[in-house]
């Protein structure tokens, strides 16, 4: 005759379940302790203050998990969007570098970037990319009156995006090789009519020259 198993009792259930608990949290324990960062951040490699313009060297990046999405899009995750932006505020080495710590900058160290509004037509057909350098004329008057001349050679392209609307026009931003010369195409983008002509190629060592800050006759010394 056949005898029935009895049913575990209910302290040997519960004994069970607890020994199954431990060995999950221990899993997760274990997976936790052993799991590798896949997102890739920048860090200062070094201590960077107020107006440096980062280089290759100042930067580096790390693994970490950012897990909040507000805070990983304040931050970079290629050293390439870092290079040649402005430290607006002191930066701790190995500390993470955030948007509101940096200015983008993308002419030479020296420059000052400055935005034009020029219709398509005289912006040699809306053809005009980053990188490439214009010289900056300047119309004063119509007709038979009219003068133009040269205000600002071989000035880099920084960005070129379309001006909205059918108005037809672009807004063009400037690398100015200097104030005196940002001046001039701030004062002639609203007294003349600005055309930007793509530069001719410019030997090594060549001299580039800038003429002085454009003034309507009789405005002022």
Do not use: C
Request: net charge neutral.
């Amino acid at each position: 005759m056949l005898r029935r198993r009895s049913l575990p009792r209910g302290r040997a259930v519960v004994g069970g379940f607890l020994i199954s608990t431990a060995a999950v949290v221990t899993f997760w324990a274990y997976s936790g302790a052993n799991h590798v960062p896949r997102q890739l951040y920048v860090v200062a490699a070094r201590a960077l203050t107020p107006d440096t313009r980062i280089a290759v060297g100042d930067v580096r990046v790390v693994a970490l998990d950012v897990p909040d999405a507000g805070v990983r899009a304040q931050l970079f995750g290629s050293p390439g969007q870092l290079i040649g932006a402005s430290v607006l505020a002191p930066v701790p080495s190995g500390a993470l570098i955030e948007a509101s710590e940096v200015v983008g900058r993308a002419g030479a160290p020296g420059t000052r970037e400055i935005s034009v509004s020029v219709d398509r037509s005289r912006a040699v057909g809306g053809t005009l990319k980053p990188s490439e350098f214009v010289d900056i004329l300047s119309t004063l008057g119509q007709g038979v009156g009219s003068s133009t001349v040269v205000m600002a050679p071989h000035v880099e392209v920084l960005s070129v995006t379309d001006g909205g609307g059918d108005t037809g026009t672009q807004i063009i931003v400037l690398a100015a090789p200097d104030g005196t010369t940002a001046e001039a195409i701030a004062d002639a983008a609203i007294a003349t009519q600005l055309t930007l002509v793509r530069s001719a190629e410019q030997q090594p060592g060549s001299v580039v020259t800038t003429v002085a800050p454009f003034q309507l006759s009789g405005a002022g010394p």
